[in-house]
């Protein structure tokens, strides 16, 4: 528990700007953000192609976990990351243990080539935690668990409930659920935005306040929960060709959206 639940910190914000915000975001709803995620975020179709290559539901969605944990300190932007991961588990998909998996990508990764060491054993310590699982359990946490997934992933790496990598499990387990189950559920309110680069440096330009707790809000505000507003932020700030021409292509409010990229 952090200090700040009792000490009210006052911080600085640009209300002119973050009331554009509020109005762009609930203009563009929780549809737009679910057609960014299917149709325009590179990730979800590097899951796609994973899924459709390993033909295993539960090992499908234990890599996708597995893999949101060593998602930090990347040597290429995130959407790369995904795609060398879901090539390389399509051609190596792992006979045991994940971990040791991993003591094998990792060190020959493109993408992901820092801090290898303590990666392999974050995985070490998730194994447990992903073993006790059956595609059943796995379903239960899809349907009615998103929150409890977080609190226990948690747990098992001693990380708080707010960490990037925690939340951003949560967000990509999403992803993993809605391909493997065939149906969409939103994520709970109450999960927050994982605080990476891309996100803190936008959030620069309306508050000095951390962006766990300024998203948490302009969420409720707007009706939108937070990993779905980081699903409609997180690829247009990526920069990318593609994502641009996709969301031309797929997304009917798109003008919305870059003028969101370009607050
Ligand atoms: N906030 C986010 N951070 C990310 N890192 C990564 O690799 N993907 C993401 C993402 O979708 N959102």
Known sequence: MTLDRFIRVKYKANEKKVEVLREILSELGLDCARTIEERVDLQFDALKNLHANLGDDELFIKLVIANSIVSYQLTAKGERWWWEFSRYFSENPPAGSIAEAYSSFLPNSMTNRRLVAGKVRRL?????????????????????????????????????????????????????????????VPYPMVIEIP?????????????????????????????????????????????????????????????????LANL
Not at 213 to 223: A, D, H, L, P, V
């Open 124 to 184: 070490e310590r998730l194994e447990p935690f992903l073993d006790s699982f059956s595609l059943s359990g796995l379903r239960d946490y899809y349907f009615n668990g998103m929150e409890r997934l977080r609190d226990e992933l948690a747990k098992a790496l001693g990380s708080k409930r707010s960490a990037k990598t925690i939340v951003f499990a949560v967000k990509m387990f999403g992803y993993a659920g809605r391909i493997a189950f065939g149906e969409f």
């Open 195 to 259: 605080d990476d680069v891309r996100i803190n440096a936008y959030t620069k330009r309306f508050t000095n306040e951390p962006p766990v707790s300024f998203w948490g809000r302009i969420g409720e505000e707007t009706g939108i929960p937070p990993l779905h507003i980081d699903s409609i932020l997180w690829p247009v700030l990526g920069g990318s060709a593609e994502v641009l021409r996709r969301l031309k292509e797929h997304c009917t409010k798109w003008e919305d959206v870059l003028r």
